[in-house]
């Protein structure tokens, strides 16, 4: 019986100092830990202007964005209202969607002035509207932010976006422009995911002269 109780004894022992040593390991833990990856998709859209006189660039701008799958759970209507109704809703995957502009650009009834962009989508509380919202990278910066948290982000400038029929839906996120025809100057940007679709008109301030 003595026997027993030493055994008992040195059971309770052994699985305190387990305990003990777990929770030890648990503290040395740290907080904030890496992550990432090597293999995201990224894209690139661009539209610049030429002086062939001069032979020299006479500005332009590009987007670089990262290139989400569409899921098929987006489709239920309940859930992406709930994703995205009165809120700014991360556009692209991966690091922020830029912008970089060297002239100032005009996006719907938006001027945007020449740097650099962080880029998101707003949709209103009753879902109606979509807009383009631009944001200061120093003022994220500054926070250490992550782009999954951009709706915490503050907005410099809103341009409205139109919603468009999608003949068919784009597996992943595509944005493209449209090459200007009549107007040098005049572009759209077109946002195509899944089955959503916006576009907006581009006014590049370029001097043609």
Not at 9 to 16: D, F, N, P
Request: charged share 25%; with cysteine.
């Amino acid at each position: 019986m003595k026997a027993m109780r030493c055994s008992f004894r040195y059971s309770v022992l052994a699985l305190a100092l387990m305990l003990a040593g777990v929770a030890n390991a648990q503290e040395k833990r740290p907080t904030i830990g890496p992550f990432g990856s090597d293999s995201f998709e990224r894209g690139t859209v661009r539209l610049g202007y030429w002086n062939s006189v001069k032979k020299t660039g006479a500005g332009g701008f590009f987007i670089d964005y990262g290139k989400p799958v569409w899921k098929k759970d987006y489709e239920d209507p309940a859930r992406f209202d709930a994703m995205t109704k009165g809120k700014v809703w991360r556009l692209g995957s991966e690091y922020w969607t830029v912008l970089d502009t060297n002239v100032p650009l005009k996006i719907s009834e938006t001027t945007v002035p020449p740097g650099q962009w962080y880029l998101g989508l707003h949709r209103s509380e009753d879902g109606s509207q979509w807009s383009l919202v631009f944001i200061d990278p120093s003022k994220v910066r500054s926070t250490l932010m992550d782009p999954s948290e951009i709706n915490l982000a503050p907005v410099e400038y809103r341009a409205a976006m139109t919603s468009e029929q999608s003949a068919s839906p784009a597996e992943k996120l595509t944005l493209s422009l449209e090459e200007p025809k009549t107007d040098p100057k005049q572009s759209a940007l077109k946002i195509s995911w899944g089955k959503l679709q916006l576009k907006a008109p581009v006014q590049v301030s370029v001097k043609l002269d």
